[in-house]
Nanobody
């Protein structure tokens, strides 16, 4: 499956953005999906994950209550709604597809990655 992330941009602290991850080649409904982010000079870190059906979601503590992951399998797309953004959310955001939610916070559990979309939050 090929993944294309979009929706990033520049936003003021407290603002919102919605990221999209569109799949092609194979339906994303075949995969569990995750979002990761990588700040400048930092390692890539887990943000959120969602089961194939969308019925189960997981979040990093740093984004819990502010971010919402969802998926529309009919549109072959996964979303990350980001509210109450903070400057520390600034990063390149990547979507990824994998086979299992086990060890979902590890990048090694995901087989396919999108190209990333930049999110910049100004203070």
């Amino acid at each position: 499956v090929q993944l294309q992330a979009s929706g990033g941009g520049l936003v003021q602290a407290g603002g919102s953005l919605r990221l999209s991850c569109a799949g092609s080649g194979r339906t994303v409904s075949s995969y569990v999906m995750g979002w990761f982010r990588q700040g400048s000079g930092k390692e890539r870190e887990f943000v959120s994950a969602i089961s194939r059906s969308g019925g189960t979601t997981y979040y990093a503590d740093s984004v819990k209550g502010r971010f919402t992951i969802s998926r529309d399998n009919a549109k072959n797309t996964v979303y990350l709604q980001m509210n109450s953004l903070k400057p520390e959310d600034t990063a390149v955001y990547y979507c990824a597809a994998g086979d299992s939610l086990g060890q979902r916070t590890s990048t090694r559990r995901y087989d396919y990655w999108g190209q990333g979309t930049q999110v910049t939050v100004s203070s």
